[in-house]
């Protein structure tokens, strides 16, 4: 390929970027307070812009630090200038501290997040401890190998003043990444990791068929209940069917009879229930032989 051929090739739009930024001059310390002032003081977009601008090559800087952890280093850059606008939003010009200095702190952060968003479906990182290992981890083991001091879980938390439990869970954590049900299983591929998953809950089928008997039971009660008098009706409802049983005394007293009596109305109403729910015996609190199932209180 000649020199004319690659002047007229399309690059990438990261290359681009790349050299574009590098043919933007840095800003003095004056200069940058100067700015500063003005985006402060009369919103001026133009000086806010210079200093995004100015500082954009510093954001590639801290990008490339976060390449390990697998993501496009386009994408790390996009989430630092976020970091950057952010700072410069919020710079104080009369600290007499540099833009980057202050900066740099929003742009990893961006960064960060972005990586703890994107690594896994399961969210990772919640706590201050779990970010400080997700970023801090790979690190200090190569730090500790080279000391020759040993990179076990133990020695990594003391070096981190973390608690040990937290290390071996973010190592877990960091080792098995998401992996789509919908993947080949096998050299073959005929089957995917779905259909090796084990399912320990309540089959579909067997539920449909629990609300269908539960639905059944429930009419078959409602039907029996309606076709006794009454009396029975309210002596059901009132001993059996209720989570505060009144006592035959009470149903006795509400009807202008004894309690023997109110005994006698409840046995047949329990008898002539017995009879209309005998085939939905298996599906409703009622045994076959006619004893409710329901504590109720003796009076």
Do not use: C
């Not at 210079?50 to 390449?67: C, D």
């Amino acid at each position: 390929m000649t020199s004319r051929q690659r002047a007229t090739t399309p690059r990438e739009p990261l290359d681009l970027f790349l050299a574009e930024i590098r043919t933007v001059p840095l800003l003095t310390a004056e200069e940058e307070v100067r700015l500063a002032r003005a985006w402060r003081d009369d919103g001026d977009a133009r000086a806010a812009h210079q200093l995004i601008t100015a500082n954009l090559r510093f954001v590639v800087k801290v990008a490339h630090e976060y390449r390990t952890y697998g993501f496009r280093l386009a994408d790390l850059i996009q989430e630092g200038n976020i970091g950057l606008m952010k700072a410069v939003q919020k710079f104080d010009p009369e600290k007499q501290v540099r833009l980057i200095s202050y900066a740099v702190w929003w742009i990893r952060a961006y960064i960060q997040n972005y990586i703890l968003r994107s690594w896994s479906l399961v969210k990772i990182g919640t706590t201050q401890a779990q970010r400080k290992l997700f970023f801090s981890l790979a690190r200090t083991k190569r730090e500790l190998e080279r000391l020759g001091g040993g990179t076990g879980s133990e020695k990594v938390a003391d070096r981190l003043h973390v608690r040990e439990s937290e290390v071996v869970e973010m190592e877990r954590r960091l080792d098995g990444r998401d992996l789509s049900l919908d993947a080949p299983w096998g050299d073959d591929g005929s089957s995917t990791h779905g259909d090796h998953v084990a399912w320990e809950g309540i089959r579909a089928d067997d539920e449909m068929g629990s609300r269908q008997e539960r639905r059944l039971a429930t009419d078959g009660v409602r039907i029996a209940v309606d076709r006794l008098d009454d009396r029975e009706r309210f002596i059901v409802q009132n001993r059996i069917l209720t989570d505060a049983p009144m006592t035959l005394k009470d149903v006795g007293a509400h009807f202008g009879f004894s309690r023997e009596r109110a005994r006698q109305l409840e046995l047949r109403a329990k008898e002539k229930l017995r009879r209309e729910l005998e085939p939905l015996a298996v599906a409703i609190d009622w045994p076959v032989d006619g004893r409710a199932t329901v504590e109720v209180e003796p009076e």
